[in-house]
């Protein structure tokens, strides 16, 4: 071969070689770029951040939706929830080779690259649906070729990792749409009042056009631009084959929204969402914030009617006579102590000063659970049993009656159907402050107080009207404590359980005690001193009022649900006295309720009614004679009460000895009486209920010589 033919042949041959070289270069580099590219994505995605903050909802035991709570109103849905026509919508107007592209449309980059460097600034978009989704999600909204940089190398990790449909399912949920709605199936709701799978054609371009500018576009703002925008959309989806034209010129003569649904919720709510949060928090372990963000579902024992007629009662003016008086709340089902109702103040806010969680002075609603239930429980004292009812001294204590008036004994039933003070103090000093304070204790109520200024509600801190609630439901119970609570189950975003209350009842007292508790509380709402307003069943309950009318209290039971209302804060406390929320509590039940007694539980002695009087008069004795021997016959003037007993005694001097005692008669034979002696009788009556005699009659006597009184 010539040398010169050798020659051109070798530089041929170093040329094919430079340039297999240049390729083999120019792919290592294309791979080292796609892996330098699939590297930083992934080091940029941090996968925790594509899980979306969500929307948590509180239903009612029944599963209708009550109210929900949120940092973004958003609720997830997966892309098949979604109508085609609308994800049709998004794809026409924000990225119409979404389908097309590895996540990067070099035709908008191109346009948007050239229009940047003609303005000297970052100010075109361009963005594909998976760019704004690496932008929403990982990156901040600065507008720099830095951050487009990342955005385009985080889009193209995107779609190296999820489908298309993962892709726009994201995209859906994550947008802002304005005025606080994140995501399609929150917009849906607040532009419509429907949720996304009822979605129209329109409506959906509606949506579509949102997220470019929600605050421009909105139809609550501008309407006229709003529909502008909108029939954009409606043409791309046209010019994009997704509908015919007919179809969009009859889409765009439709109206647009011009009244927005509200994704508030009602304050009536508010009180019992922040006991809600806080029960989430202190009994479940679930933050705060991570039920705002987490999309759970909260199952709760509300009942709406009662919630929203006790929100309406105590924020309603007319109900309060003094402008500073404030209320605290709380009503609970007897069955397992669930909060059906509970209100934090008359002008309650969230996250305000929860007045049903707030301790105050409960005055004499503490008797029953301090003072007279732990006596009934000693066995030493039954309902009619006589308590002291004087003015004692008690080292410095001196306490006393309300009206100055002392009867000097008073049975139990009168002393807290009157609410005497006098007595109640004397039975705490006869059963002992440790006894009254275990059984508060035994209910949650933990007193640090030492005094027997604990009988009249004298303490240092006070009690909640939750914890009264609470309390007062062991009487409804049959003597069981539970905790009340606020939430019954907890669902996440996914649809498992992951939290539920376990009712516990503890044995805080016999059920006979709880019964006769009942029993004298009914008496002191329909004879004592809770008779104010009118009451649509059987309730029991007592008042309570502290020095000067500060506080004043109901709290009581029905044979369904238990409760307590505390009032207070008056500046002018003239006219505040505790028949106002006595009155008020009563008003506040539910008014269809029927007339439901309460009932007596099995192997349990019933209180009877009190014996009001018991009198004897006018005791006359006569001889009757008879073949072996003689008796007397007494009689005497009985009172109405068949219930009390009568006493027969033998005189002699001054003094007398018991020959008999019956009940309710008004004669007696004294058998074997002598001829020619002449004993002398009386008749005493006597109250069985209360072991307290009352006057004696005149004294009779008979012989065969002396017949006659």
Request: proline letters at 5%; aromatic letters at 10%.
């Amino acid at each position: 071969m010539p040398e010169g033919r050798w020659e051109t042949m070798k530089r041929l041959g170093r040329k094919l070689g430079y340039v297999v070289i240049f390729f083999l270069l120019m792919m290592i580099a294309g791979v080292t770029a796609y892996l330098g590219i699939i590297l930083f994505g992934s080091y940029a995605i941090d996968e925790k951040d594509l899980v979306m903050k969500e929307t948590t909802s509180i239903v009612s035991e029944d599963g209708s939706e009550l109210t929900k709570v949120f940092t973004e109103n958003r609720e997830s849905v997966p892309l098949e929830q979604v109508p085609e026509h609308v994800q049709q919508a998004f794809v026409a107007v924000e990225d119409q080779r979404f389908y097309e592209h590895t996540g990067i449309d070099f035709r908008s980059i191109g346009r948007a690259l050239y229009r940047d460097i003609i303005t000297r600034s970052a100010a075109e978009g361009g963005s594909t649906i998976t760019q704004q989704l690496a932008k929403n999600v990982f990156l901040s909204p600065e507008r720099t070729l830095m951050r487009k940089t990342k955005e385009v190398l985080i889009a193209v990790n995107l779609e190296h990792r999820y489908t298309k449909d993962e892709i726009l399912e994201m995209y859906v949920n994550r947008i802002y749409f304005g005025h606080g709605a994140h995501g399609v199936q929150a917009a849906s709701r607040l532009y419509f009042g429907k949720s996304v799978e009822e979605l129209t054609v329109e409506e959906g371009a509606l949506l579509a056009a949102l997220p470019k500018g929600p605050n421009n576009y909105s139809p609550f703002q501008d309407k006229e631009r709003a529909k502008e925008r909108r029939d954009l959309v409606l043409r791309l989806m046209q010019e994009q084959d997704y509908i015919t034209i007919e179809k969009m010129r009859a889409y765009q003569g439709k109206t647009v929204p011009a009244e927005q649904h509200s994704v508030a919720d009602t304050p009536a709510y508010d009180a019992y969402v922040d006991l809600v949060l806080q029960e989430m928090e202190e009994v479940h372990g679930i933050t705060e914030t991570a039920v705002l963000e987490g999309g759970y579902t909260i199952v709760v024992p509300m009942d709406p009617e009662l919630q929203q007629r006790s929100y309406e009662t105590l924020t309603s003016p007319e109900n309060y006579p003094d402008a500073a008086m404030n209320s605290g709340y709380a009503l609970l089902d007897n069955d397992d102590g669930g909060i059906l109702a509970v209100q934090g103040g008359r002008e309650y806010v969230r996250k305000g000063y929860h007045q049903a969680l707030r301790p105050h002075q409960p005055g004499s609603a503490i008797k029953p659970l301090a003072v007279y239930a732990p006596a009934l429980e000693t066995k030493s004292y039954e309902p009619y049993s006589l308590l002291a009812d004087e003015e004692m001294s008690y080292g410095d204590y001196s306490p006393g009656n309300i009206d100055g008036v002392y009867d000097g004994e008073v049975s139990m039933f009168e002393a807290l159907q009157q609410s005497k003070n006098a007595p109640a103090v004397w039975l705490l000093d006869q059963i002992g402050i440790d006894r009254g304070k275990e059984m508060l204790s035994a209910q949650g109520i933990d007193i640090e107080d030492e005094g027997l200024s604990i009988a009249l509600g004298g303490l240092h801190e006070g009690i909640s009207p939750l914890e009264m609630a609470s309390a007062y439901r062991t009487f409804a119970d049959s003597g069981l404590y539970t905790p009340a609570y606020a939430v019954q189950k907890v669902y996440d975003r996914s649809g498992e359980l992951t939290a539920e209350h376990k009712p516990e009842k503890a044995r805080v007292m016999s059920e006979q005690t709880a019964w006769y508790m009942t029993r004298m509380l009914e008496s002191v709402v329909t004879d004592g001193t809770a008779q104010a307003g009118s009451t649509p069943t059987a309730l029991a309950g007592k008042t309570g009022t502290t020095n000067e009318a500060a506080d004043v209290w109901f709290a009581g039971f029905t044979a369904d649900m238990s409760g307590a209302l505390w009032m207070g804060g008056a500046e002018n406390r003239e006219s505040v006295s505790s028949s106002l929320p006595t009155a008020l509590f009563k008003e506040m039940l539910p008014p269809d309720m029927s007339w439901t007694a309460f009932e007596q539980p099995e192997d349990v002695r019933d209180v009877e009614e009190p014996i009001q009087s018991m009198t004897a008069a006018n005791l006359q004795a006569e001889m009757n004679f008879g073949l072996f021997g003689s008796s007397v016959t007494l009689s005497w003037e009985a009172g109405e009460d068949d219930r009390v007993h009568y006493r027969i005694y033998e005189v002699s001097g001054e003094e007398r000895e018991l020959v008999e005692e019956v009940e309710g008669e008004s004669s007696y034979e004294v058998d074997r009486a002598g001829y020619f002696s002449s004993p002398e009788y009386v008749v005493i009556p006597y109250n069985p209920q209360t072991g307290e005699e009352g006057e004696a009659t005149n004294r009779a006597s008979t012989s065969l010589f002396s017949q006659g009184g």
